[in-house]
């Protein structure tokens, strides 16, 4: 079992900035990617950033360039920097990891409210 706890979220204006971080504990020996998902009121949950064992990044369009997903290995750490936010940003912002083969957590989720 992995536990995982989001912190850093709260309430910006527009074009500021917020550092998201996401705490894993438990069996954290046998995640491999971890990634940030978001759901705005009544949307769907959306994929933000993946981000594999080894480093490497994906972005969805509407983030690419503001935000930038980073991981500690040896600290068990996710982070999701991010940058000139706007007011479609505002969501509650959840951690995911991957336990291969079948096994996936996530996180209670952290508020992002971006004001206009």
């Known amino acids: 079992q992995v536990q995982l706890v989001e912190s850093g979220g709260g309430l910006v204006q527009a074009g500021g900035s917020l550092r998201l971080s996401c705490a894993a504990t438990?069996?954290?020996?046998?995640?491999?990617?971890m990634a940030w998902y978001r759901q705005a009121p009544g949307k769907e949950r959306e994929l933000v950033a993946p981000?594999?064992?080894?480093?490497?990044?994906l972005y969805a369009d509407s983030v690419k360039g503001r935000f930038t997903i980073s991981r500690d290995n040896a600290l068990n750490m996710l982070y999701l920097q991010m940058n000139s936010l706007k007011p479609e940003d505002t969501a509650v912002y959840y951690c995911?990891?991957?336990?291969?083969?079948?096994?996936?957590?996530w996180g209670q989720g952290t508020q992002v409210t971006v004001s206009s």
């Open positions: 995911y990891a991957v336990c291969p083969p079948l096994d996936h957590y």
């Open positions: 981000i594999t064992s080894g480093g490497s990044t």
């Open positions: 438990g069996d954290t020996s046998c995640i491999s990617a």
